[in-house]
Antibody, heavy 120, light 109 residues
C-alpha cells in the first residue's frame, strides 16, 4: 500500500536551517509529482512547494521562495525539503503528498506530518 | 497567491444536504478544472474527497459531489452523517503553476 513517512522536524532557532525528508513506498515514486503542504497550529492548510516526477521543475509559494528548496532522489524513493532562514511563522506541521495526476488537481496520499517549531 | 475564499462554518442536520463554496479568480478556480477538496479530521492528515472539480477517488462515498461555475467551486454533501462533522478545504492549481488552498470550512452536523 502507498505510504509516505515524513521525518526531520524539531525545534530550531530563528535563522537556522532544517531538512525534512519523506520516505515513499508502495508505488512507483519516480512517476509522480510530489508536494509539501504545511499547517500552522490551529490554522488552515498552506501549499509550500512542488516538484515534477523527474525533478526537472520546482515551484514554491511566495512565502518560502528563496528560503526553501524542494528536491528528490528517485533512486532512494525520497522527497526532501531544505528549510533555511527559518522564521517563527514557519512553525507548522509539514506534510508531503503525492500528486494524483501531476496536474495539482488532487493530492491523493499524504504522510502523517512532521512538526517544525521555530523558537528561540 | 491569495487564499481561496470559503465560509468559515456551515451546519446542517443529519440527513440533510449542505454546500460549501470556494471562490477564487480567473487565475485559479475559473481558469481550469484542477480544483480539489479535502476532508481533515482533528489531528489527522487531509484526505482527498474530490479531484478535478467533480471526480471522486476510489472509496469515497457518493454522498460527496463537486461542481464549478465561473470562479466558484462547490462541494455538496448529501445525507449528512455525524461522521461528516469536521473541516473541509478546497484547493486549486493556479496560472503560476502553484497550488492555493481555501481558508477551510468547519462543518457542524
Amino acid at each position: 500500500q502507498v505510504q509516505l513517512v515524513e521525518s526531520g522536524g524539531g525545534v530550531v532557532q530563528p535563522g537556522r536551517s532544517l531538512r525534512l525528508s519523506c520516505a515513499a513506498s508502495g508505488f512507483t515514486f519516480s512517476s509522480y509529482g510530489m508536494h509539501w503542504v504545511r499547517q500552522a497550529p490551529g490554522k488552515g492548510l498552506e501549499w509550500v512547494a512542488a516538484i515534477w516526477y523527474d525533478g526537472s521543475n520546482e515551484y514554491y509559494a511566495d512565502s518560502v521562495k528563496g528560503r526553501f528548496t524542494i528536491f528528490r532522489e528517485n533512486s532512494k524513493n525520497t522527497l526532501s525539503l531544505q528549510l533555511t532562514s527559518l522564521r517563527g511563522e514557519d512553525t507548522a506541521m509539514y506534510y508531503c503528498a503525492r500528486d494524483l495526476l501531476g496536474s495539482g488537481g488532487g493530492l491523493d496520499y499524504w504522510g502523517q506530518g512532521t512538526l517544525v517549531t521555530v523558537s528561540s | 497567491q491569495s487564499a481561496l475564499t470559503q465560509p468559515a462554518s456551515v451546519s446542517g442536520s443529519p440527513g440533510q444536504s449542505i454546500t460549501i463554496s470556494c471562490t477564487g479568480t480567473s487565475s485559479d478556480v475559473g481558469g481550469h478544472n484542477y480544483v480539489s477538496w479535502y476532508q481533515q479530521h482533528p489531528g489527522k492528515a487531509p484526505k482527498l474527497i474530490i479531484y478535478e472539480v467533480s471526480n471522486r477517488p476510489s472509496g469515497v462515498s457518493n454522498r460527496f459531489s463537486g461542481s464549478k461555475s465561473g470562479n466558484t467551486a462547490s462541494l455538496t454533501i448529501s445525507g449528512l452523517q455525524a461522521e461528516d462533522e469536521t473541516d473541509y478545504y478546497c484547493s486549486s492549481y493556479t496560472s503560476s503553476s502553484t497550488l492555493v488552498f481555501g481558508g477551510g470550512t468547519k462543518l457542524t452536523v
